[in-house]
């Protein structure tokens, strides 16, 4: 390397910093000058949020890399670059494993890393994160300048630093970062599509604000994580956020789980008890799958969410409490007001800021990104080295319709990667996660026999019914896929991509007959 493409590229770093680009953008700029100056094949450039180490750009690494979360303790060699202030190379007889074995992208499936290095970087005398370097040939980084490359990690750690700033005035940051990861990585939203992105705006718009947030989206979304990040990014974030699942509340002790009770109220009750709205007075409450509350509820839960007083059952006095409320639901609440099955009113109340969680199959490549945070996690659950998806597999996750969305997925992975640990030396230094160990089976829709909805529509005369004629359009729907598995009430609701829950409601609402 020439010491004009040292400092031409430098320049051009310092240019960086002025152009107007995202933050991802800038970082993935910034290894692509590094590869162009040192000898390597691949480069990240990681973030240390304790006790992970989380990939914020990655060159010559396979996509996923960026949804996976390296916990130090786990990755000596990460933990070593750490440990000092100085850069680290690893010898390439070195046994310590490579957190990238299996990762860097290359034509051979079997090709490991070969030589490594990295440095931490130090912002206001603090480690910020790690920048490493990898090279599939040994003995790549025999002829790095010590001073080129310590001048580069400084204004890499200056970069970062600007980048911060930046994007710290461009967001306008009301609150100190916080530390999602540290006790459960699950709180992350992994992904960087259109939709992710437009998410992630519309949470921090809505968090500072007081407003009740009715979150929509079919299931297996994550509509629970955004419910998380609204309450972790608001004011009330040192406070408790109080989970109350709607679906598993029985009618009968309903009113009591949500409101409390006094002692005597009922057979059973021996002692007061606090419900839910007490225990996240200060705080927040998620009213997960709201659309399954009995209209009964709905009447006594409007009346705590227009005056901010709830009665315990048995009891007259009123108990006054500050909540702030989010709710959840995968149904349509505009049709279910419609059809008499959700308290107008009450819908009002929920729905000030509405917010629609996309399905897996509208975000494109976030699907690697989750499926390599999940393989990361199977890594720890089985023990394995490393888990990687081969080009077949995550073309096949790309394209799928992924009906159970990001649960599904997870469930999937966590299959695979099962089936490929038994049939699979674990000692090994990776396992390959092939199309075949992927349960996914593309179905053809179905195309239901409509006459009586074609029928509904082509009446020239009539004015056309639109509920009427979707009504009728599910009925001849569920009918035929009955039939197609004879009467299998399990198999005809995943055909229909519905849990078995809302499929028997379904039922109930359409007046099906599934005894013929």
Known sequence: MTTNLFFTSLIAIVADLSAQMTTAQRYQRLLEHLCRIFPCNASALLKLETPYLLPLAVNGLSEDTLGRRFKVSEHPRLAQILASENSVRFAADCELPDPYDGLVESESEQLLVHDCMGATLFIDG?????????????????????????TFISLTAATV????????????VRYA????????????????????????????IVAPSELAVLILGETGVGKELVARRIHLESNRADQVMVYVNCAAMPESIAESELFGHVKGAFSGAINDRAGKF?????????????????????????????????????????IKVDVRVIAATNRNLQQEVAAGLFRPDLYHRLAVYPMQVSALRERGKDVLLLAGA???????????????????????????????NIRE??????????????????????????????????????????????????????????????DEFQRQLIRQQ?????????????????????????LKRLAVNTDA
Not at 306 to 311: A, D, F, L, V
Request: aromatic share 4%; proline share 4%; with cysteine.
């Open 374 to 404: 999940f393989l990361e996690k199977n890594q720890q659950r089985l023990g394995i080295k490393k888990l990687r998806l081969d080009q077949a597999a995550k073309q096949a996750l790309l394209s799928y319709h992924w009906p159970g």
């Open 161 to 172: 630093k600007a980048a911060g700033l930046i994007a710290s005035l461009e967001q306008r």
């Open 482 to 506: 009955l039939a197609a598995q004879q009467g299998n009430m399990a198999a005809t609701a995943r055909a229909l991509g519905l849990d078995r829950g809302n499929f028997h409601r379904l």
């Open 177 to 204: 970062t916080q530390t999602v990861f540290q006790e459960n990585t699950d709180q992350d939203m992994i992904g960087d599509s259109d939709c992710m992105r437009k998410l992630r705006s519309e949470i921090s």
């Open 278 to 318: 007490e225990l996240a007075d200060g705080g927040t409450i998620f009213l997960d799958e709201i659309g399954e509350l009995p209209l009964s509820i709905q009447a006594k839960l409007l009346r705590t969410l227009q005056n901010g007083e709830i009665h315990r059952v048995g009891s007259d006095r009123q």
């Open 409 to 470: 997925l997870e469930h999937l992975l966590s299959r695979a990667a099962l089936k490929s640990a038994t049939r699979t030396n674990r000692q090994a230094d990776f396992i390959t996660i092939s199309l075949a160990y992927l349960d996914i089976v593309a179905e053809p829709l179905p195309t239901p026999d409509i006459n009586r909805a074609t029928a509904l529509l082509a009446e020239p005369t009539a004015p056309i019914d639109f509920k009427q004629a979707v």
């Open 126 to 150: 603090k480690p910020w994160g790690v920048l490493t370097l990898d090279a599939l040939t040994p003995g790549s980084f025999d002829n790095i300048d010590p001073m080129q490359l310590n």
